[in-house]
Each structure stands twice: as structure tokens, then as C-alpha cells.
């Protein structure tokens, strides 16, 4: 059995994110001791794990909540998982795409500055010029 802190430690996640964990249903609410600390077995320390790396790679809390219900049922075909991860990869390749047009855009601003005075900065005149934004940024 962990205590909080420990399965903190072991797992890289903060106590309060734990906590958050917990109450939107993510962790299942721990055993609680007579002095009312949390006490968590190896299964919450292997689903902690499954939820932080599932947040490193992005996905929303929502499509991990659906994939440990899935996880629950082994024998299930994995076509659902499948397609949540599909649909995570189309909304990367989104933001990327987005992020690409982003770091354009800058380039360009930068490179039209001559770091001469403010009165002739380049960047705040672009800044200030609308007509070359596409609201993708």
C-alpha cells in the first residue's frame, strides 16, 4: 500500500493532480486509513501510470477516461482505442499545422525587423497590420 505522497514519488504526478484524479473518476477513490490518509495499491499505481503517460502524449481526459473502461473489458476488440487514438493524431496534426503557420508568420515579422528605433520597428508595424492574418494563428 502507497500513501499519497509516495505514489506521488513513484509515479512523477503531484499530490492535487492526484487528488483531481480521483475526483473526476479517473482514479477510483482510495482506501482511507483510521487517521483518514489515502492508501493506494499496486493497481492505482499501475493505473496513475497509464493516466500520466496518457496525458504526456496529450490526449484529453475524457478519451482516457475511455480507453481505461476499455482497458477493463481485455477480451473486447481494440477498434474503439483505435479510434480514439486516430482521432488524437488528426487533432495533432491540426495543432501542427496550425503551429507551422504560426512560426511562418513570426519568421516573417522578424525578419522585416532592421532593429533600428521603435519609430521604424518592422515587428510592431506588422503587429499593427491585420491584413496578412488569417485568424489560423
Same mark, same amino acid.
Request: proline share 3%; with cysteine; net charge positive.
Given at each position: 500500500?502507497? @500513501?499519497?505522497?509516495?505514489?506521488?514519488?513513484?509515479?512523477?504526478?503531484?499530490?492535487?493532480?492526484?487528488?483531481?484524479?480521483? *475526483?473526476?473518476?479517473?482514479?477510483?477513490?482510495? !482506501?482511507?486509513?483510521?487517521?483518514? *490518509?489515502?492508501?493506494? %495499491?499496486?493497481?492505482?499505481?499501475?493505473?496513475?501510470?497509464?493516466?500520466?503517460? #496518457?496525458? !504526456?502524449?496529450?490526449?484529453?481526459? !475524457?478519451?482516457?477516461?475511455?480507453? =481505461?473502461? &476499455?482497458?477493463? +473489458?481485455?477480451?473486447?476488440?481494440?477498434?474503439?482505442? %483505435?479510434?480514439?487514438? /486516430? %482521432? +488524437?493524431?488528426?487533432?495533432?496534426?491540426?495543432?501542427?499545422?496550425? &503551429?507551422?503557420?504560426?512560426?511562418? !508568420? &513570426?519568421?516573417? =515579422?522578424?525578419?522585416?525587423? @532592421? /532593429?533600428? @528605433?521603435? #519609430?521604424?520597428?518592422?515587428? &510592431?508595424?506588422?503587429? /499593427? %497590420?491585420? @491584413?496578412?492574418?488569417?485568424?489560423? +494563428?
Amino acid at each position: 500500500m502507497y @500513501s499519497i505522497g509516495t505514489l506521488a514519488r513513484r509515479t512523477g504526478v503531484k499530490v492535487p493532480t492526484i487528488r483531481y484524479y480521483e *475526483q473526476c473518476g479517473l482514479m477510483e477513490a482510495a !482506501e482511507r486509513t483510521a487517521g483518514n *490518509q489515502r492508501r493506494y %495499491d499496486a493497481a492505482a499505481l499501475e493505473r496513475l501510470v497509464f493516466i500520466r503517460h #496518457a496525458r !504526456e502524449l496529450g490526449f484529453p481526459l !475524457e478519451a482516457i477516461r475511455d480507453l =481505461i473502461a &476499455l482497458a477493463g +473489458h481485455p477480451a473486447r476488440p481494440c477498434a474503439a482505442a %483505435d479510434r480514439i487514438a /486516430a %482521432d +488524437h493524431l488528426r487533432a495533432v496534426r491540426a495543432r501542427i499545422a496550425r &503551429l507551422e503557420r504560426l512560426e511562418r !508568420e &513570426l519568421a516573417r =515579422i522578424a525578419a522585416a525587423c @532592421s /532593429a533600428g @528605433s521603435v #519609430a521604424e520597428c518592422r515587428v &510592431l508595424e506588422a503587429l /499593427a %497590420d491585420h @491584413s496578412h492574418c488569417t485568424g489560423a +494563428h
